[in-house]
């Protein structure tokens, strides 16, 4: 089992650059991310992630949740080696 202890620019990072989300707007500290695929025009997800300094775990869930994450150890694992 990875960390799962993660900032909300580590996230975000991974979130971008690996998982194919574009960062369009920050209302307050909060980064709204949206996610589009190239070729279901169904599958859109938006995700917020807030800028603080550590998550709580419940938050990293709920945005692994948002993101289309199927198992959450997996999804930390993949945000340690992508941020």
Same mark, same amino acid.
């Not at 990072?13 to 996610?35: C, I």
């Not at 279901?40 to 800028?51: F, G």
């Given at each position: 089992?990875?960390?799962?202890?993660?900032?909300?620019?580590?996230?975000?990072?991974? %979130?971008?650059?690996?998982?194919?989300?574009?960062?369009?707007?920050?209302?307050?500290?909060?980064? *709204?991310?949206?996610?589009?695929? &190239?070729?279901?025009?169904? +599958? *859109?997800?938006?995700?917020?992630? &807030? %800028?603080?300094?550590?998550?709580?775990?419940?938050?990293?869930?709920?945005?692994?949740?948002?993101?289309?994450? *199927? +198992?959450?150890?997996?999804?930390?694992?993949?945000? +340690?080696?992508?941020?």
């Amino acid at each position: 089992m990875g960390r799962r202890t993660f900032s909300g620019k580590e996230v975000v990072k991974a %979130l971008v650059n690996a998982g194919g989300f574009e960062w369009r707007r920050t209302t307050g500290d909060h980064a *709204q991310l949206y996610y589009e695929h &190239p070729t279901n025009e169904e +599958d *859109q997800r938006r995700v917020t992630v &807030p %800028l603080h300094d550590e998550l709580r775990t419940g938050t990293l869930r709920t945005i692994a949740d948002s993101a289309g994450a *199927q +198992d959450f150890d997996e999804f930390s694992a993949w945000i +340690d080696r992508n941020s």
